[in-house]
């Protein structure tokens, strides 16, 4: 059997050395708003799914309550009681605060855009993704602020909530809810041109993933740390990912959940938000000079988790396709 790398996976390796070599474009002042070019991007995708979905379908998937409470437990339990078992073995300031690091990483919601692309490749039940990955970043403006809570001092900020509820509501409820509204008029078209808008899902992700590279390398974020300390942020993570992937697989098989459930209880419940991590760093740590640490693991988790659930969706994919 020959070993065939995947397309998408070889994009990413290639998005992430060209964040290397020209990370001037990640920056703020860029002549090139990345930023804006992705949430757009991001909203588009969003408006595609709902085209995608009926309402009897949404309605449908929301209703499998089971699948949704062990996503969301998984996101804001499983990941950070793991973290927490390592808690007593921490020793030193600096080991600690890479600790701390790793408990924000635990403790933030689930990502959006990728989960949903992830799922949808791999044929995973996709209104139960959208529905998981939307509520997430809901949850986590509360359960975040009270696990860090636990470990930090509090401080004198306020959490603004109205700013998260918009920008979600404006780049990932809105956009679906419109395209399930239109989904009679414009569904057969999403239908006709499907490889043409998967090609748009993962170009999105790439730029995604070109945005957060560069601005790392930019800000010299990975010379902060030194190697061992980088080799074993990378081990930790690979083990802190496949046991959550492990064991909500396991409980998805106890539980009894189709193929495609399950699918959306490993790819939703496994993944963590760069995005939202990068906004609730600016509100509970103050001390800007050890953010970019705080930042590391989770920065590295992201790269890491798009890689690998990439590998898993294109196989999974290909299985499916072989099976009809």
């Not at 998005?15 to 002549?31: K, T």
């Not at 529905?131 to 004198?156: E, K």
């Not at 209880?265 to 001390?287: D, E, P, R, W, Y």
Request: positive net charge.
């Amino acid at each position: 059997m020959k070993f065939k790398i995947d397309g998408f996976v070889a994009a990413i390796i290639v998005v992430i050395a060209i964040a290397y070599m020209v990370p001037q474009l990640g920056r703020d002042d860029s002549p090139l708003p990345l930023d804006t070019i992705g949430s757009i991007g991001v909203s588009l995708i969003f408006f595609f799914y709902g085209l995608k979905l009926s309402r009897e379908k949404l309605v449908s998937g929301l209703k499998n309550w089971k699948l949704h409470v062990l996503v969301q437990s998984t996101t804001f339990l499983l990941f950070p009681l793991i973290v927490l078992v390592f808690l007593p073995f921490v020793e030193g300031e600096h080991a600690h605060l890479i600790w701390l690091a790793f408990l924000f990483l635990a403790a933030l919601p689930s990502t959006v855009s990728s989960s949903v692309v992830m799922v949808s490749i791999a044929k995973g039940n996709i209104p139960a993704a959208i529905f998981n990955a939307s509520i997430s970043g809901l949850v986590g403006i509360v359960i975040t602020p009270l696990w860090m809570g636990l470990f930090i001092q509090q401080t004198s900020s306020e959490f603004d909530l109205s700013q998260i509820y918009l920008k979600l509501t404006l780049e990932i409820l809105g956009p679906v809810l419109l395209g399930i509204i239109l989904q009679r008029y414009l569904g057969k078209y999403v239908q006709r041109y499907s490889k043409q808008l998967s090609t748009f899902d993962k170009s999105v992700i790439l730029l995604i993933i070109y945005r957060s590279f560069a601005e790392s390398f930019d800000q010299n974020i990975f010379g902060s740390v030194g190697v061992i300390d980088l080799l074993t942020i990378l081990f930790a993570s690979l083990v802190l990912f496949f046991s959550v992937y492990s064991f909500s697989g396991y409980l998805s098989r106890v539980l009894r959940f189709t193929h495609e459930d399950q699918i959306t209880a490993q790819f939703c419940g496994t993944k963590k938000s760069l995005i939202h991590g990068t906004v609730f760093s600016k509100i509970l740590f103050q001390n800007s000079a050890q953010v970019g640490i705080l930042l590391l693991p989770l920065m590295m988790f992201h790269a890491m988790q798009i890689f690998i659930i990439s590998i898993i969706a294109s196989k999974k994919s290909d299985q499916g396709t072989t099976m009809r």
